[in-house]
């Protein structure tokens, strides 16, 4: 006798009963629904893709970085297919993905990095605090970003002995946890902006009885006395 592990409504919409359970263990479904909310950019009409399915999908690309977007949506649709009325169901395609992003635009997806990326580290975790601190760290690097002309003209490029560089390339600045190397905070920039701008925006982040660790070039007054104001310590 056949049978199936989930029962579909007939009305239902594929997009509503995708979820993808492995990342929603780390972003839980319901604080994605409630970042969609606060920003006001829920889909009118649902069609094929929503909001939350988006969302995770934009997760889903920087696991799956080898393959594109278009394939990662196939992959993390597979499981619900296998189960669905239709087993010949279209996923969407590149452009609804496309079009999608630009509706949902990046507020939503920073509201959820903050509600999300918070210290994780436990007293048992191995290299998390010292003297009865949390070990934070802020350090700064530069990214290569794709050569167009929109990143060009956003982020810039730097230039040496040989001219420009091959790619434009982005400021990222950001506050680690250094036990769990979980990123708190982090902020983008273009990249002639100096590292100690991006520094001291990580400073909204730093909270009570924390250590943080910075290098020669962010070492300033100015800094110092922010961090002690929040009632921690620098190192």
């Not at 297919?81 to 079009?99: E, M, Q």
């Not at 420009?164 to 946890?177: H, N």
Request: glycine share 8%; hydrophobic share 45%; charged share 25%.
């Amino acid at each position: 006798m056949g049978f199936r592990l989930r029962e579909i409504e007939a009305e239902s919409k594929f997009s509503r009963e995708l979820d993808v359970k492995a990342i929603g263990r780390v972003v839980p479904k319901s604080e994605v629904e409630a970042a969609i909310a606060t920003e006001g950019v829920k889909e009118k009409r649902e069609r094929k893709l929503n909001m939350v399915v988006v969302i995770f999908l934009l997760i889903a690309i920087n696991i799956y970085t080898y393959i594109s977007m278009g394939a990662v949506m196939r992959k993390i649709a597979k499981g619900l297919r296998f189960i669905w009325p239709n087993p010949d169901y279209p996923v969407p395609k590149d452009s609804a993905i496309s079009y999608r992003r630009y509706q949902l635009g990046a507020r939503p997806v920073v509201a959820l990095f903050h509600q999300v990326c918070q210290p994780m580290a436990t007293p048992e975790t191995q290299g998390a605090f010292l003297f009865g601190l949390r070990l934070m760290a802020i350090d700064g690097t530069t990214e290569d970003a794709p050569d167009t002309p929109e990143n060009d003209a956003a982020f810039g490029r730097h230039t040496g002995g040989r001219g420009e560089s091959a790619f434009p390339q982005v400021r990222g600045v950001y506050l680690v946890e250094c036990g769990t190397h979980a990123i708190v905070d982090a902020g983008f920039w273009p990249c002639h902006v100096s590292e100690y701008v991006g520094a001291r925006r990580m400073l909204r982040s730093v909270e009570p009885e924390m250590l943080v660790m910075w290098d020669a070039g962010l070492h300033d007054y100015d800094m110092i006395a922010e961090v002690m104001q929040r009632g921690s310590h620098v190192l």
